[in-house]
């Protein structure tokens, strides 16, 4: 029983995995002004003060596009601990949803090429409908949480 209290799925959803492509134009958005500014100061200085303003900016910009991202992230965890599905979203206002699994009908999940090969998908639970009761994509092992409802939905019948 002291194993039905313990997380079996505790995730949020991926940065570098669920959009790879973005994260590395963000990297490159932060890293490239700083090596151009490097390579060729003299140059650049040659210009006036507006081109390294505005590599600076661009580099700020990366970080406060990287930071918005990381918190998005942060926001959103789903947890399923025994019989339940937890999902909470939201930093400063919250929004939870409580499932047992004897609630769920279905629980589907789907992963193009990319999300295939970094191992991450969308999930979306259903209850009763043709709506899902919630939507989560960028998760890691989705398959896991599918695997779980099915199984613990299984040992109530």
Known sequence: ???DN???????????RNH????????????????LLVLFREQIAGMGDFPPALLLGAT???????????LKTRATRLRITGDEV??????LSKH????????????????????????????????????????????PRPHHVRDHVRNRRGSLE
Not at 23 to 35: D, G, N, R, T, W
Request: glycine content about 8%; cysteine-free.
């Open 60 to 70: 700020g910009l990366g970080i406060l596009i990287l930071l918005y991202w990381f």
């Open 96 to 139: 939870h949803v409580d499932l047992h699994v004897s609630q769920i009908r279905a629980v589907r999940v789907s992963q193009g090429f990319l999300d295939r090969v970094f191992r991450v998908g969308r999930i979306e639970v259903f209850t009763t409908g043709d709506q899902p009761e919630f939507v989560v994509a960028g998760m």
């Open 1 to 3: 029983m002291s194993n």
């Open 86 to 91: 937890h999902l909470e979203e939201g930093l």
């Open 20 to 35: 790879p492509l973005g994260y590395l134009i963000i990297l490159v958005l932060i890293i490239l002004p700083f090596v």
């Open 6 to 16: 313990q997380a079996s799925y505790d995730s949020h959803p991926a940065m570098f």
